[in-house]
């Protein structure tokens, strides 16, 4: 088969190549795709791309999002571009037929109110998402859609959502103003502990949220490439269980800990965005029923690690 992947040089990609090159796998052929080899904006690249490569699987990991404060400031933009490169992506495999599609979406694209937790896939179109990344969230709910529209089209065509809880690992953004949570507070307790002053942290810290390692939502996404599923049209959270939610205060904390520096203080004039979106790993365990987390320990110990071993060439 040929397995063209989408967004392959940013934190998922990046791991997934790696889940892939362990996997020993020889028989498949892999495209890694970069910015750089395709504007998935831009209709007549993605179908010239599609042209050369003719894939049986596509697994679109390419998006432009950021943490909640990039989002926004970015909501427009994040719709724009976003919107445009999931509906090439879909028309693309339609047009070149494509036989399955693996979409990312994301927790932070279900409604904030009138939820029932944990989050279930049926609910993604119930009501508004959160007003801080509104427009990343209806991009995604518009992938979800016409992906779904494209089964109901095209007889051969199947559509596999993972819809992940907060991702982290190495080979995250670790940039100070648009990073997620745990990339920015790794990189702020990096220059607080070596400057010895105290590290301020965005909002109350009274958020909960629950992390799921790039690598575990990669060992997924590997592992759907070759399920068998009767639907056409499946969607799948990929979150570990409910008790591992876990508030922000907490998990600075835990970061604390993999530093051992505890001289830190909230700024509550930082939103906190959504104050919780708990979802379950039910959904998960119906196909994948032996699949184990990594603990948020774990994970953490390797991603501090890899930070500071390579401060230097991370993104920033
Ligand atoms: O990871 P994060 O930016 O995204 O923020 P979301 C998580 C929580 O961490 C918020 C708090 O409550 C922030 O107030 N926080 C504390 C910080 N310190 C920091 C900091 O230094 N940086 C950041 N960024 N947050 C994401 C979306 O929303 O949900 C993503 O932005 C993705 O696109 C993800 O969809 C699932 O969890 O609020």
Do not use: W
């Amino acid at each position: 088969m040929k397995i063209l992947v989408t967004g392959a040089y940013g934190l998922v990609g990046k791991s997934f190549q790696k889940i892939v090159k362990n996997s020993g796998n020889v028989q498949d052929e892999f495209f890694f795709l970069s910015r750089v080899d395709c504007d998935l904006r831009n209709t007549e690249d993605v179908y010239n791309t599609f042209e050369t490569i003719k894939p049986d699987v596509v697994i679109h990991l390419a998006s432009c999002v950021g943490g909640v404060y990039e989002n926004m400031i970015n909501n427009y933009n994040y719709f724009l571009d976003n919107t445009r490169l999931n509906l090439n992506i879909v028309d693309a495999c339609n047009k070149f037929g494509v036989k399955r599609l693996i979409n990312i979406l994301s927790t932070c694209i279900f409604p904030d109110k009138g939820i029932v937790y944990p989050l279930t896939s049926d609910q993604l179109h119930n009501g508004l998402p959160h007003d801080s990344n509104i427009g990343y969230a209806y991009s995604k709910r518009i992938l979800h859609l016409a992906s779904k529209l494209l089964t109901k089209k095209s007889r051969n065509f199947q559509v596999i959502n993972l819809t992940p809880t907060n991702l982290y690992g190495c080979d995250d953004n670790y940039n100070l103003e648009s990073s997620h949570v745990i990339p920015g507070l790794i990189h702020k307790m990096y220059n607080c502990k070596n400057e010895n002053i105290p590290l301020k942290i965005n909002g109350s810290g009274a958020s909960m949220r629950q992390f799921v390692y790039v690598d575990d939502l990669c060992r997924i996404i590997y592992r759907f490439i070759y399920l068998e599923v009767s639907d056409d049209n499946i969607s799948v959270v990929v979150s570990p269980p409910v008790e591992d939610e876990i508030f922000i205060s907490e998990l600075v904390n835990e970061i604390c800990k993999c530093f051992d520096y505890y001289n830190f203080y909230y700024d509550s004039t930082f939103s906190d965005g959504q104050l919780k979106k708990t979802a379950s790993c039910d959904e998960l365990l119906r196909y994948l029923p032996d699949f184990k987390f990594t603990s948020l320990e774990i994970g953490l110990k390797e991603t501090v690690e890899f930070f500071v071993k390579n401060y230097y060439s991370v993104r920033k």
